[in-house]
């Protein structure tokens, strides 16, 4: 299996450092140690080829139960504290047969009672590899429950790349935290783990671990220029900084850039349905990338991006199969094309159509990130029954001000830079627009006013 030889390299390392949790520092050795405890825990309960979640933040105990699991053929269900709310409904339609939450200790195994049967379980139990069930978060509708090979997954990083320090942002339940683990991993890296995903604590984990890569999202690298904490700790350790998980904002991007110039800024591009693919930025300024690498095929077909991979999921386990005849999936993302470079200009399900005219969220967001007092602003459609939709825009404010006034603000500075009917109609003042995952929220449901209200 692919994992045994990521898990040889982890026990060639030895007294190397492998994981930084807080002030402590385990090495390699320490943690295959641990890795070969839970393996004996779940040896001790017969959970072989089953179906098992793991429960828990990024840690010492939770990464060592996974790769034990993993080594045991199971097919790991993996659910972060940001997703407690759905993990009733996540068991359920993960078919989970056995509990692994780490925190409880003596308990820390459960059987649920379940037996799982899905037909894609079967396929993998009968090639003897472990699997992967990963949830969609759920923002374009019901959450899909993807499942994959992770022996496949983890083909990729047998090709030995650069070692890096890095901080883990995105949990292990999502495939770029997954993605994270076992590329630090195979090439012999430092995990480090901060004390929580606030700018504060992130930028105290890089000064103290002297952190090389930071990868997250535009979101919370907005939030961090915000804080200025920054400009409170040496950073000067970061030689890498990746963002994905959602668009970039350009005027986002060069203050990024401006505040890190001595690291290189790389955008990434992946799915839960497919995996990362690799990735190459034309320049550290420039939202322009190239996406693919071996195992990924991709094309674009009126717009929108397509791509085939050799890592791609099996399917969901709760909806039909997203894959076109050739294998190829529609990723929803519709792009601009300069030679073998793409942009990314927004969703195709998030393009708003005001009387046949169709008007792109980021377009209207990166005009109003440059208005003074805007901290950070998300645009969505709404129903009208004269133009189809009209142009909503949730704005977070750096200090208050009367939405009438911001409006009017707001329509002179649009007034020479954007067309009358992408200028937003609607004004939402609100508190925050990420979600736990540091992901801009455009839709306005559930985004709570702020007490300057809505006009």
Same mark, same amino acid.
Do not use: K
């Given at each position: 299996m692919n994992l045994d030889c990521v898990l040889d390299r982890m026990a060639a390392l030895g007294a190397a450092p492998a994981l930084a949790v807080g002030d402590r520092v385990y090495t390699y050795r320490e943690l295959l140690d641990r890795v070969g405890y839970w393996s004996g825990r779940l040896r001790d309960r017969t959970v072989f080829r089953r179906v098992v979640s793991v429960e828990g933040e990024y840690g010492f105990e939770t990464i060592a139960a996974f790769l034990a699991a993993a080594r045991f053929g199971n097919v790991i269900v993996p659910l972060s504290d940001a997703s407690a709310a759905h993990h009733d409904k996540f068991l359920e339609i993960g078919e989970v047969e056995y509990r692994i939450k780490p925190s409880d200790g003596a308990d820390a195994i459960s059987w649920t009672g379940c037996a799982a049967s899905h037909d894609f379980y079967a396929r993998l139990r009968c090639a003897e590899v472990p699997g992967l069930v990963l949830f969609s978060s759920g923002s374009t509708g019901r959450q899909k429950a993807a499942v994959h090979d992770l022996d496949a997954l983890l083909k990729k990083f047998l090709t030995r790349r650069h070692c890096y320090r890095t901080l883990v942002f995105l949990q292990l339940d999502h495939i770029g935290g997954i993605n994270t683990l076992f590329y630090t991993l195979a090439n012999g890296g430092l995990i480090v783990v901060a004390d929580g995903r606030m700018p504060r604590d992130v930028c105290r984990a890089v000064a103290q671990h002297r952190v090389e890569l930071l990868p997250t999202s535009p979101t919370f690298l907005n939030l961090l220029l915000l804080s200025e904490e920054h400009t409170r700790h040496d950073l000067s350790s970061l030689k890498l900084i990746t963002y994905g998980t959602e668009p970039m904002p350009e005027i986002t991007l060069a203050r990024v850039r401006a505040a890190f110039p001595g690291a290189n800024l790389l955008q990434t591009y992946g799915l839960s349905e497919l995996g990362i693919l690799r990735s190459q930025s034309r320049d550290s300024g420039s939202l322009w990338m190239r996406v693919g690498g071996e195992g990924f095929e991709t094309k674009i077909v009126g717009g929108r991006l397509f791509i085939r991979a050799q890592s791609a999921m099996l399917g969901y386990l709760n909806a039909p199969s997203p894959f076109d005849a050739d294998g190829f999936f529609d990723t929803g993302d519709l792009v601009e094309v300069d030679g073998d470079w793409i942009r990314i200009i927004g969703r195709h399900s998030e393009v708003i159509n005001v009387g046949g005219n169709k008007v792109f969220p980021m377009e209207v967001e990166n005009t109003l990130l440059a208005? &003074?007092?805007? &901290? &950070?602003?998300?645009?969505?459609?709404?129903?009208?029954?004269?133009?189809?939709?009209?142009?909503?825009?949730?704005?977070?404010?750096?200090? &208050?001000?009367d939405l009438a006034s911001f409006k009017t603000r707001m329509r002179l500075f649009c007034r020479d830079k954007l067309a009358a009917y992408k200028i937003p109609a609607k004004v939402e003042l609100v508190r925050s627009l990420h979600s736990a995952r540091f992901k801009k929220i455009r839709r306005a449901a559930g985004v709570p006013a702020a007490s300057g209200g809505v006009a």
């Open positions: 208005l &003074d007092n805007v &901290d &950070d602003v998300a645009v969505h459609g709404e129903a009208n029954p004269f133009t189809g939709q009209v142009v909503v825009a949730s704005v977070t404010l750096s200090h &208050d001000e």
